[in-house]
């Protein structure tokens, strides 16, 4: 059960573009298209912002997309605001009937 | 509107026991998975439990597994965790977590703190 892998950090500019990668196995991210990811604020909840790999939320900005590829997994935040700046996770149901989150990734609005 | 409120936190010395509650409401609350997350203090999410909506299906991350059980009434619309033979390091937040096209709700966390 070893954590997926993303960037410790990400940073970009407001308007700018910015991407997310996570890296894990074919036992979890390679094995289902249940990949979710997650925002942070500091002393908040988490908050899910993508399921099934690619869906959004109702309420969640359409700003932010998802997709997978193999063993992968990538979220994209256009038009950055400053409002985006938290942490973000991304998740995957295993072949063990468990989940898995990854290390997590600090966003930063310049 | 979906609320999930988590109880039962609080200091415990190593070895002891512990059991946190998360009362649920406004949804089917048998009908859903329900999972706990954990968060130690400046640390990543990590999954710790899950249920199925009867309760007959569970699972746990290695690091608990034998010291923790995961268990709902869904009777009350609440879920349970018993935390057994705590550790240090299972100092935490603990979330608990509608599993619905992801963990699409959350409580608020409760903060559990193993210490002598």
């Known amino acids: 059960q070893s954590a997926l892998t993303q960037p410790a950090s990400v940073s970009g500019s407001p308007g700018q573009s910015i991407t997310i990668s996570c890296t894990g196995t074919s036992s979890d991210i390679g094995a289902y298209n249940f990949v979710s990811w997650y925002q942070q604020h500091p002393g908040k909840a988490p908050r899910l912002m993508i399921y099934?790999?690619?869906n959004r939320p109702s309420g969640v900005s359409n700003r932010f997309s998802a997709s997978k590829s193999g063993n992968a997994a990538s979220l994209t935040i256009s038009g950055l605001q400053a409002e985006d700046e938290a942490d973000y996770y991304c998740?995957?149901?295993?072949?063990?009937?468990?989940?898995?989150f990854g290390t997590g990734t600090k966003v930063t609005v310049l | 509107e979906v609320q999930l409120v988590e109880s039962g936190g609080g200091l415990v010395e190593p070895g002891g026991s512990l059991r946190l509650s998360c009362a649920a409401s406004g949804f089917s609350f048998s009908g859903d998975w329900m999972e706990w997350v954990r968060q130690a203090p400046g640390k990543g999410l990590v999954w710790v439990s899950r249920?199925?909506?009867?309760?007959?299906?569970?699972n746990y991350a290695d690091s608990v597994k034998g010291r923790f059980t995961i268990s709902r009434d869904n009777a009350k619309n609440t879920l349970y965790l018993q935390m057994n033979s705590l550790r240090v390091e299972d100092t935490a937040v603990y979330y608990c977590?509608?599993?619905?096209?992801?963990?699409?709700?959350w409580g608020q966390g409760t903060l559990v703190t193993v210490s002598s």
């Open positions: 977590a509608r599993d619905r096209d992801g963990l699409a709700s």
């Open positions: 099934d790999v690619s």
């Open positions: 249920v199925n909506g009867d309760g007959s299906s569970t």
């Open positions: 998740c995957s149901y295993t072949t063990s009937a468990t989940l898995v």
